[in-house]
């Protein structure tokens, strides 16, 4: 780069400048996930049906103490 005109080095640095904010728009755009989000896409893909089999119901409401 030392040895680029000083008209070319302006324009790498434009462009340099240009990729910067490109990717700070974009990461400003992708956001995590909400805990509705995430519990939508754990019902939608089947996530938790595991739950839902009897053979994992080892537990009644006599086991363990009172609160």
Do not use: C, R, W
Request: charged share 30%; hydrophobic share 35%.
């Amino acid at each position: 780069m030392k040895s680029l005109p000083h008209e070319k080095l302006v324009l790498v640095f434009e462009f340099v400048d240009f990729i910067e904010q490109k990717e700070k728009n974009f990461s400003h755009k992708i956001q995590e996930m909400t805990g509705k989000e995430v519990l939508i896409a754990a019902e939608k893909t089947g996530t938790f049906d595991f739950l839902n089999d009897p053979s994992n119901d080892i537990y009644t409401l006599e086991d363990g103490e009172p609160l």
